[in-house]
């Protein structure tokens, strides 16, 4: 492997991870808050926006991101809708990630006890405070796991927005495999920018995970 | 009514070209499944035995697996493979290569989880009843592995199908790229087919998975 | 006669198909302690979820001071700062400290100063022996002192009415008693409770009026020392003996 070569587009790579992890950053969060309003709405059985949300979350978890991003960024312009590569990513980040975040929400307030509303209820609470009181912030906690491998699972998806022509890694990688045929070198750094992104969240995930079943939640 | 590039698809055998390329995608990921449970099943069975250097090994490939996105793993295959072992894969080639390798790790994953999710009192009390160790396995310990890990792999089929779709990145002539040969085409008498096509794709990657998450989580329901 | 504070006329609750309280009256005084007993499933913690509003009912009424409690009802939240309910599983919350949880509802729902909730609420824990716990959370605290602390999250709010659900089903036999003691001193301070139970001499020590319920019925009513003493129906003498064995085996 030709070293200088690699330390020559390092900085190449260094923008690149820097802009996957800022529009993954994005798209998570529009995945959070899109999830939060979806696992809500359906744990209160919302008429309507219920089932909105039920269909929304179907569509989203049975087709690939990129068809996602594809339809967004070329057929969503034809009836007036045009977007950024950048925001198209972000978009098309939350919109799949929505639902994913959406069922690790759900599963989450499922699993607390009808009678720990009821508890909060005999003390004058109203609804929503109950809600915004007692059953998220349980239910977030409890959620936490499953919302870091979702983080993981998003920020590996990130990988297709080279398809929109966004500069991200991918883009990068096979630019300059293209350009100096240095395929070797140019996939090395490839895999090393996704692992000094990826693994640091992968061991914050483990560490909640002990970290929650330490706390001994619900008991 | 806006003109939503929908009458591209009745043109010619548009249609059916589309199909012919969801079936190129759904060829490989077929291939893969069918490759990754065998392989899978017998890594699992792999990783929950006491041998370090086999759980060493099998932990590092199964983490480095898991951790990349299956984009870069494709990229490595499809580019570097003339490079580093002189051979030149073909992109469906490389598909199969790369979504086995993925899929076997992750099936391994399941495998692994059901097993050690089995209460260890199941063996005790199967024990003490005078089932021997082959009896324990077959009545007890097997249909109940295989109970918690058939909606699982429903449900990975269902990624790999999704996942097929990156197949396009490296040149594997599937659904999304007819539907850009498509769109091009016709780029001057149906200039919003972008809108249509990617739709009917869009649709029929629903319509491919959709059955088949219902199918999981019906199986989760009844075995849960 | 002290003031009517809680009544309950006619009251018919049923799920479905089944009947779980038939038609059932009862006046609870201001300063008075009713310990309800009867048989699992008799419908006696179905009716302290029915004060507080938890369940819809289908036939009467129940009134607090005059007004009624409604299953789903907009003052219902009003009321229910009047009656403190304490449960079998304690239900404290898991992710906030003993204090906290203690001070949620006087902060959000009576919107009362911190320093005065934190001062009362510290108060009160130290009555109960548990000061040195206010910053700890639930899950480091023995069964007896969660419900310990249960019991003050509910008198913080200044309910005028209690509501203990078999608070001491669930705990080991050698906490029982630290939580029974709480409730009567509670009582010896004129508080109004309604207790279910199945601890009979606690009811016997505690109880104003003890309430004998089985099938969604009261079947007997009476004083503790009269009912524990000579119940006047069979199937409260029943019930009171139901835990006297006679030996199986021939003694020597």
Redesign the interface.
């Known amino acids: 492997m030709n070293i200088e070569y690699m330390l020559k587009y390092l900085p190449l790579y260094e923008k690149a991870a820097v802009l996957t992890v800022t529009i993954g950053a994005e798209g998570i969060l529009i995945a959070a808050a899109v999830g939060l309003l979806c696992a809500v709405v359906q744990y209160n059985r919302v008429p309507v926006l219920r089932q909105i949300a039920a269909v929304y979350i179907e569509l989203s978890r049975n087709t690939p991101l990129l068809i996602q991003l594809f339809f967004i960024y070329y057929g969503l312009p034809k009836i007036g809708i045009s977007t950024n590569p950048s925001v198209c990513g972000a978009v098309g980040l939350g919109f799949l990630g929505g639902s994913y975040m959406a069922e690790a929400i759900r599963s989450g307030l499922e699993s607390i006890e009808p ?2 509303s ?9 609804p929503y ?1 109950v809600m915004r ?2 059953i998220l ?2 239910a977030v ?1 409890i959620s936490m796991p499953a919302f870091m491998a979702n983080i993981i699972f998003l920020l590996k998806e990130t990988s297709v927005f080279s398809a929109i022509s966004l500069m991200d890694l991918m883009f990068t990688a096979k630019d300059l495999i293209g350009l100096y045929y240095k395929t070797t070198e140019s996939l090395f750094l490839l895999v090393i920018f996704y692992l000094i992104i990826l693994l640091p969240v992968s061991l914050l995930g483990r560490l909640v995970e002990r970290r929650l079943r330490y ?5 | 009514m806006p003109d939503l590039g929908l009458e591209v698809l009745f043109k010619g055998k548009n249609m059916l070209r589309l199909l012919g390329g969801l079936w190129a995608a759904l060829e490989i990921s077929l291939i893969s499944v069918l490759l990754s449970i065998p392989l899978g099943i017998l890594l699992g069975i792999i990783m929950v035995r006491k041998e370090l250097v086999l759980r060493v090994i099998t932990r590092t490939y199964f983490e480095f697996i898991r951790i990349m996105p299956q984009l870069v793993l494709l990229f490595i295959v499809f580019f570097d493979s003339t490079k580093l072992f002189g051979i030149n894969l073909s992109g469906e080639l490389s598909s199969v290569i790369v979504f086995t390798l993925w899929g076997t790790a992750e099936m391994g994953d399941l495998v692994r989880g059901a097993i050690t999710s089995i209460p260890k009192h199941q063996y005790e009390s199967s024990l003490a009843l005078g089932l021997n160790n082959a009896q324990t396995y077959f009545y007890v310990i097997i249909p109940q592995t295989v109970r918690r890990l058939l909606p699982l792999s429903v449900n990975l089929i269902t990624r790999m199908i999704k996942t097929t779709s990156l197949v396009l990145l490296i040149g594997v002539v599937e659904v999304t790229k007819v539907a850009q040969q498509i769109i091009e085409a016709n780029r001057t008498s149906s200039p919003n087919a972008a809108f249509g096509v990617y739709l009917t794709v869009f649709m029929m990657y629903f319509l491919t998975c959709w059955p088949l998450s219902i199918l999981a989580s019906r199986l989760e329901k009844k075995w849960g | 006669m002290a003031e009517k504070l809680l009544m309950i006329e006619h009251l018919n609750k049923s799920y479905d198909d089944l009947c779980v309280i038939k038609d059932m009256s009862l006046t609870v005084h201001k300063g008075e302690v009713v310990v309800v007993i009867g048989p699992s499933g008799c419908g006696k913690s179905t009716l302290l ?1 029915c004060i ?1 509003g ?1 369940e819809p009912v289908q036939g009467g009424r129940i009134c607090l001071s005059g007004r009624e409690i409604k299953h789903g009802s907009r003052d219902l ?2 009321l ?2 009047k ?3 304490v ?1 079998q ?1 304690y ?1 404290l ?3 906030l400290s003993i204090i906290d949880n203690i001070t ?2 006087p902060l ?3 919107k009362r100063k911190k320093e005065e909730v934190e001062e009362e609420a510290l108060s009160l824990l130290d009555r109960v022996g548990l000061k040195d716990k206010a910053r700890q959370y639930p ?1 480091q605290l023995s069964g007896g002192q969660k419900q310990r602390a249960a019991i003050v ?2 008198l913080c ?1 200044h309910p005028e009415v209690m509501l203990f659900d078999e608070v001491t089903a669930a705990l080991d036999p050698e906490m029982v008693r630290e939580v029974l003691d709480v409730m009567l001193r509670l009582a010896q301070q004129g508080r109004t409770m309604i207790i279910v139970t199945h601890e009979m001499q606690f009811a016997k020590a505690v109880a104003d009026r003890v309430i004998f319920v089985d099938n969604g019925e009261i079947i007997e009513e009476g004083k503790p020392a009269e009912f524990f003493k000579a119940p006047k129906t069979k199937r409260a003498a029943r019930f009171l003996n139901i835990f006297e064995f006679s030996p199986v085996k021939a003694q020597n």
């Open positions: 009678i720990q009821e508890s909060a209820l005999s003390l004058g609470l109203k405070q009181y007692i912030p349980q906690s706390a001994g939640f619900g008991s | 979820r507080n938890l939240p009003m229910r700062q009656i403190g309910m449960f599983s239900e919350f898991p992710h949620l509802a959000k729902v009576q899950r999250r509910a709010m």
